[in-house]
C-alpha cells in the first residue's frame, strides 16, 4: 500500500540547502554524500522547524540518526536510521485533524514503506478523546479498541473496551458525579453485561455489588 512511501532520501534530499537554526552537533554522513548535523532545521525560512536531527544515543554516533519532519508544530513523520546509511530501518506517518489531534499513526518497522501497525483516535467538537484504535498487524481489523463519551459540561461519563477487536465492548466503566462535581462514583461492569460489579468513591476501595 505504501503509506509510507516518502522515506528518509526525500528527507535528505530536502535538507540539501538547511538554514540551521539549532545547535549543530558532530557531523554525520548521509544519503548522496551529504553531511549533516544533528540539529533544528528551518528548511523555507518563515521561523519554524521543518526538521530535528537528533542521535539516538547522542553518547554513541554508532547507534544511528533519527529524522522528524514537522508541519507547523505537528509532529507529521519520524525516521529511524539505526545503521546510518541513509535509508530508514523504522519510520512512523501522523496525520492530524483541523484542531490539531492526532487521529492516525501508520507505523512502519521494518523500512519497507509499507505500514505494519495503524493507530487510530477520534475526538468530539471539545477536542476531548472519543474513540481508538489498535490494529497491530495493519489489516484493517482493530485487534483492541476503545470508547469514551461525556456529559455536557465534559466530565467524562463512560469508558468502553473491546479487548478481542470483535467492536463488542468487554468492560465498561462509568462515572456518576454530585451536583457540585466534588464527589464521584466509579462503576466497573467487567463482563459488560450491563450490571455493575464492582463500585468506589473517589478513586477510593473497590466494593463488590454482586
Known sequence: MNYLAKGIERVVRSLRKPA?????ALAFSCAHGKSYAPGIYDTDGDGMTDYIIELIDPADESVGIIYKQFKGEALMHQVWDHDTDGKADAQCVMEYDERGN???????????SDANRVYLWNYNKDSNLTFRAHDEDAD???EMAWWWSYYENGDLKSESFDREGDGTP?????????PDGEDFLELLDEDADGTPDRVRKNEGEWVDMK
Open 170 to 178: 468487554d468492560v465498561i466503566r462509568s462515572w456518576l458525579y454530585s
Open 140 to 142: 484493517g481489523r482493530p
Open 20 to 24: 540551521l537554526v539549532g545547535i549543530a
Open 102 to 112: 492526532r487521529t492516525k499513526e501508520l507505523w512502519d518497522d521494518s523500512g519497507d
